[in-house]
C-alpha cells in the first residue's frame, strides 16, 4: 500500500488545483492563492513521501506533473487572467492583452515536460520550478487588496503583461536553481536551504502575502551564490 500514498498526495494536490480554479472564476483570488499556497505544501510531502517509503514509479512521476501544470500552471494562470479583469484600463489598451495571462501555463507545461527527461534536474533545478512561480502570483491578490499604492502597479495591464512574459521565461532558462531535497541533516551540505528555510519563515510571519516576492529573490540569489560563487 505504501506506493499509493504519494500518488495519493498527487492527486489532492491535483484537487486543490481545481477547486483554487473554481474559486479564482468566481474572483475569490485571495482564496485561491491560498490554494496555491496547500498544494505547495501537498507537493512538498508528496516528493517527501516517495523518497522515505522509496515509493518510486513511472506512473507516479507522470501523475505528479499532471498535478502540477493543473495547481501550478493553470492555477496561477486563471488568477492573472482575473488581475487583467479587475484592470480598469484594460479596455482602453486591449481587449485581447488578457488573454495573454495563459502564457504562465504554457511555459509550466514546457517547464514540467523538460523536467521529466533532463538528468541534470536529479539534485537541483534548471529554470525556475513551477511551484515557486505559482507562489509568487498567489501573493499578488493579497497585496494588492492590502496596498492600494502597490495594486495600481499590480492591476496595470502593462505590468501584468511584461511581469507574466518574464515568470514564464524563467520557468524554461537556463539558470541553475536549488531544491529542498535534503540529502542529508549536514549543515556543510544543506546551509543554502536552511537559509532560505528560516529567512522564509520569519518573512511569511511577518510579511504574509507580501513575503512572497521577497522570499523569491532570496531564493534566486542564494542559488547564484550557491552555483557560481562557492562552486
Not at 18 to 24: E, F, T
Not at 63 to 73: E, M, N, P, Q
Not at 179 to 195: A, P
Request: net charge positive; with cysteine.
Amino acid at each position: 500500500m505504501k506506493k499509493h500514498v504519494p500518488n495519493a498526495l498527487s492527486c489532492l494536490n491535483l484537487f486543490s488545483g481545481c477547486v483554487g480554479i473554481v474559486l479564482a472564476f468566481q474572483d475569490q483570488l485571495v482564496y485561491a492563492g491560498f490554494i496555491i499556497i496547500l498544494a505547495t505544501i501537498i507537493d512538498f510531502f508528496d516528493g517527501l513521501t516517495a523518497r522515505l517509503l522509496k515509493a518510486y514509479s513511472e506512473t507516479g512521476e507522470q501523475l505528479d506533473s499532471l498535478a502540477d501544470i493543473v495547481s501550478f500552471g493553470i492555477l496561477p494562470s486563471v488568477i492573472i487572467y482575473q488581475l487583467f479583469l479587475r484592470s480598469p484600463s484594460l479596455g482602453t489598451v486591449s481587449t485581447f492583452l488578457n488573454f495573454s495571462a495563459f502564457l504562465i501555463a504554457v511555459f509550466s507545461a514546457l517547464r514540467l515536460a523538460k523536467f521529466n527527461i533532463d538528468p541534470r534536474q536529479t539534485d537541483n533545478f534548471i529554470g525556475l520550478p513551477t511551484p515557486a512561480n505559482a507562489l509568487v502570483i498567489a501573493s499578488l491578490p493579497g497585496i494588492s487588496e492590502a496596498n492600494v499604492t502597490l495594486s495600481n502597479y499590480i492591476l496595470n495591464p502593462f505590468f501584468l503583461f511584461v511581469f507574466t512574459l518574464g515568470m514564464g521565461l524563467l520557468l524554461i532558462a537556463e539558470i541553475p536553481l536549488m531544491s529542498l531535497k535534503f540529502r542529508s541533516k549536514k549543515l556543510d551540505d544543506n546551509l543554502f536551504r536552511y537559509i532560505l528555510l528560516i529567512s522564509g519563515s520569519i518573512l511569511i510571519l511577518i510579511f504574509k502575502f507580501t513575503a512572497f516576492p521577497m522570499i523569491f529573490f532570496i531564493y534566486v540569489g542564494l542559488s547564484l551564490v550557491q552555483f557560481k560563487v562557492v562552486k
